[in-house]
């Protein structure tokens, strides 16, 4: 809307639009000249004209919509207007203003751009951000293994699976550290997002064994023997516990 004032003073005004008055407002389609005519007391008339000429609006262009994930670095939204001198100006829904401005939301969100060019005529465009969720990595439980013993780590939450230390990749893989090692997992999804997850696998070291027993027996006698150095304690003979007695014959 346009407003249009005659000069004041006179008794009456009277617009080529029909309007009376010494102010009015029009809203053209198309470039119009008006005409104003005013009567003063004395009943003398004289006629003035203005043209309002209405420029096409703007077209404003964004970059499109975009994809990301949660906890992703931020993502870059940009915007034009084709064939734009470099005068205009753009203002983003955030309250940014400039013809790129980065974004990280943390849920689908849309953005609305409204570009300003000389002469004050506006257009807008929007672009849509969609954010897919971190996936469910999980690198399963912590375990323990004795030194030269393997353990599998099997992880799960996505599509793709790789892993750090030598862990090498898959949902499954086989591990040997000969000490306490923490693994990590990046699981991806088929958003193509991320996530980690750690399992530490302890690497415990062997049991140092002993027997006490006589430095010799008679024949006919019975000897007793004590293991040392574990909790549980299996003998060629068959026999369990720490000790055991025997009565070899030789």
């Known amino acids: 809307n346009l407003p249009l004032s005659g000069p004041a003073g006179y008794s009456s005004y009277a617009w080529s639009n029909g309007a009376s008055g010494q102010n009015i407002t029009v809203n053209p389609l198309v470039n119009t000249t008006y005409s104003l005519t005013v009567t003063d007391a004395n009943g003398c008339t004289a006629t003035t004209t203005a043209t309002v000429t209405v420029a096409p609006p703007p077209v404003v262009q964004t970059d499109g919509d975009l994809n990301t994930c949660v906890g992703f670095a931020p993502v870059f939204l940009g915007a034009q207007v ?86 090498g990749s898959g949902l499954a893989v086989s591990v040997s550290p000969t000490t306490t090692t923490t693994y990590t997992v990046t699981v991806t999804d088929n958003n193509t997002c991320t996530a980690t997850d750690q399992v530490t696998v302890t690497v415990n070291p062997l049991p140092v064994p002993a027997i006490s027993a006589p430095a010799q027996i008679c024949s006919g006698e019975t000897a007793t023997l004590t293991a040392s150095g574990g909790t549980n304690y299996i003998w060629d003979t068959g026999q369990t516990g720490a000790t055991i007695s025997v009565s070899p014959t030789s």
Do not use: H, K, M, R
Request: proline share 7%; charged share 5%; with cysteine.
């Open 82 to 167: 084709p064939g734009g001198n470099g005068t205009e100006t753009f203002q983003w829904s955030t309250g940014e203003s400039g013809f790129v401005i980065a974004v990280q939301p943390t849920t689908t969100t849309t953005y609305t751009v409204t570009a300003t060019v000389a002469g004050g005529c506006t257009a807008t465009a929007q672009s849509t951000v969609f954010v897919s969720p971190q996936p469910p990595a999980n690198a399963g439980p912590d375990q323990g293994i004795c030194i030269g013993g393997s353990a599998t780590l099997q992880a799960s939450g996505g599509s793709l699976y790789q892993w750090n230390n030598g862990g």
